[in-house]
């Protein structure tokens, strides 16, 4: 069994509420914390643990912490980004549904940690029975005196607030998040300044993952060292994963990060395979906005070794035979699955959630979408495949945030992939219509028995 540091108590009775989360070791790290250590010491740990951002970016959570200043007599900001729209992914919502604790247990130490006495949980504003079990557990965090004034007696004081969001993708990327948190329009911020020397009301601010901050919790519990052991390489610790798709058994796993994939998509104790028998044609890894793979590279790196859940091998061959872990919002395809009408799908998408600042997103979202769905709807010309590979080459990289290259991405990678599929959309308008391609030629079809051969 996989060892679990975030979920291992998810299932007990009443572990939303403080009284069992405390019967089950909650808030011992910010005793430890706040009565033993410094914030410095603090930052120390979650730097060995080699803790990286579990929203998408995999920045390393003790190296973000360290760059934060620290002018005299100015204040700091945490804010966790709880703002979770990335299609494929709902794990956030899962932690803080059902362990809230956990999240604001980790909002305390890592607040003491940058020396933050307001800190903030910014929500993505559709979620709001999480909004509501965030405010009532941080109500009972007050009234057992883990908010508010002198922080067990250790002279802390920590405010924290929970504040809806307006419900645009946009808003995940962290400075359009303190734009509409300080209550403007949720468009992306030109960088430098970045957040740590100057974000919300100018002054210094850590934006942190949910995943990322409660991860501080074992972290502090059982020393960053502890922490690092578990995991490969520099793919430290555990990752919950949003599984979904054409699996047997979707939902939120917390896995060791270096699982194989094959393991993760076949073995009973993840997924179960593929549904209704079916075999894997595609996954796409980390959410929406990374690279799509057939499913022989989604199993196997280009070289045959098997690939893994970890940030490097994931990445293993750049965009052309690899992908990255993402926001760990893991979809599967299966062989009835068409490729056109899903690249279609999130294009559609991200047109809709472009804040529209930058002229290559404003205008090469709905270039997208549009030719896309002239390809699916048999109304497509060759030419096309390349246009629509020319435009996401124009949008890659020309934005000032990364919503562009989110855009990109999938479209430039389903085409490096599945072309052949996209060829015939437009080769037979009206068969494609009500057939699907299925696995032909590429992605050769990979089945459980196959998986087993190392």
């Known amino acids: ?181 300080e209550g403007k329009r949720g468009n992306p911020r030109i960088k430098p300044p970045f957040p740590a020397i100057a974000g919300l009301y100018g002054c210094p601010t850590v934006v942190n993952n949910v995943e990322s901050i409660a991860a501080v919790v074992p972290i502090i519990n059982d020393g960053g060292d502890e922490y690092a052991k578990v995991g490969i390489g520099r793919s430290t610790g555990t990752k919950l994963i949003s599984a979904s798709g054409n699996l047997v058994r979707p939902g939120v796993y917390e896995i060791e990060l270096g699982l194989p994939v094959e393991e993760f998509i076949y073995s009973d104790e993840w997924c179960g395979g593929i549904a209704n028998g079916k075999r894997l044609k595609a996954t796409v890894a980390g959410g929406s906005s990374v690279p799509v793979l057939p499913a022989n590279l989604s199993l196997k790196l280009a070289n045959g070794e098997p690939r893994l859940m970890s940030y490097e091998s994931l990445s293993e061959g750049g965009f052309a035979t690899g992908t990255m872990m993402g926001s760990g919002g893991f979809i599967a395809f299966d062989e009835d699955q068409c490729m056109v009408r899903n690249t279609w799908n999130f294009s559609r998408f991200y047109h809709h959630e472009s804040c529209g600042q930058c002229s290559p997103c404003r205008e090469g979202t709905g270039w997208m979408e549009k030719v896309l769905h002239r390809i699916e709807y048999g109304h497509g010309k060759m030419s096309d495949i390349d246009l629509l590979v020319d435009v996401s080459k124009k949008i890659e990289g020309n934005t000032i945030c990364p919503l562009g290259d989110a855009a990109a991405w999938p479209v430039a990678s389903a085409i490096r992939h599945f072309r052949d599929e996209f060829e015939w959309h437009v080769k037979n308008p009206q068969l494609s219509l009500d057939t699907n391609y299925g696995l032909a030629n590429y992605a050769e079809p990979i089945a459980k028995a196959v998986s087993t051969e190392n």
């Open 1 to 181: 069994m996989s060892r679990k540091l975030l979920l291992e108590h998810i299932n007990v009775p009443g572990i939303h509420t403080l009284d069992v989360y405390r019967q089950k070791g909650g808030y011992r790290a910010v005793e430890k914390a706040l009565k033993t250590l410094t914030p410095d010491e603090v930052v120390e740990e979650v730097k060995k643990s080699g803790l990286r951002g579990r929203g998408g970016a995999g920045f390393p959570t003790g190296m973000k912490w360290s760059f934060l200043a620290k002018p005299e007599g100015v204040a700091r900001y945490l804010v966790c980004n709880a703002d979770e729209s990335e299609p494929g992914t709902f794990k956030d919502r899962y932690l803080m549904t059902h362990i809230p604790h956990a999240l604001i247990e980790g909002m305390i130490v890592s607040s003491f940690a940058l020396g933050a006495k307001t800190s903030f949980i910014y929500v993505r504003g559709e979620m709001m029975p999480q909004i509501r079990i965030l405010e009532k557990a941080i109500a009972e965090a007050k009234n057992a005196g883990f908010l508010g004034k002198n922080i067990l007696g250790s002279g802390y004081d920590l405010e924290l607030y929970v504040q809806p969001g307006g419900g645009a993708y946009i808003c995940g990327e962290e400075t359009a998040l303190l734009e509409s948190l």
